[in-house]
């Protein structure tokens, strides 16, 4: 077991989930987020760029296993903060094909360095 969290998500033991899908953890979720942001946004010409942090996330729904999502993402503010280096954040959602719902909308913030 990697978590320290003894529930049947974590486990596979204990009481059968409430729903009939077996559902991924919101934090697996959010760890895709980076591989489809890499997608989205190209950055040319820096030396140097990182994930800085996130503002906020939240887990709505869990995602059904085997569902398909995608990342839409909306670049809330884009600021100088020293030479050669941009502070990025936006605002993302996890979509759930066919779910109507999103599966994770974190707000990211990105660095980037000349």
């Known amino acids: 077991?990697?978590?320290?969290?003894?529930?049947?998500?974590?486990?596979?033991s204990g009481p059968p989930p409430v729903r009939s899908v077996e559902r991924?953890?919101?934090?697996?979720?959010?760890?895709?987020v980076i591989t489809?942001?890499?997608?989205?946004?190209?950055?040319?010409?820096?030396?140097?760029?990182?994930h800085?942090?996130?503002?906020?996330?939240?887990?709505?729904?869990?995602?059904?296993?085997?569902?398909r999502v995608r990342l839409v993402a909306t670049i809330?503010?884009?600021?100088?903060i020293g030479e050669g280096a941009v502070r990025i954040s936006l605002d993302a959602v996890v979509e759930?094909?066919?779910?109507?719902q999103a599966g994770v909308w974190p707000s990211r913030v990105y660095r980037f360095y000349r």
Do not use: C, N
Not at 24 to 32: E, K
């Open 1 to 12: 077991m990697t978590t320290t969290v003894h529930q049947w998500i974590h486990t596979r």
């Open 24 to 32: 991924s953890h919101g934090y697996l979720t959010l760890s895709l």
């Open 36 to 50: 489809l942001f890499a997608s989205l946004l190209e950055v040319e010409d820096v030396r140097t760029k990182f």
């Open 52 to 67: 800085y942090g996130l503002d906020k996330v939240g887990f709505p729904p869990p995602v059904p296993v085997d569902s």
């Open 76 to 80: 809330r503010s884009v600021a100088s």
């Open 96 to 100: 759930i094909d066919g779910g109507g």
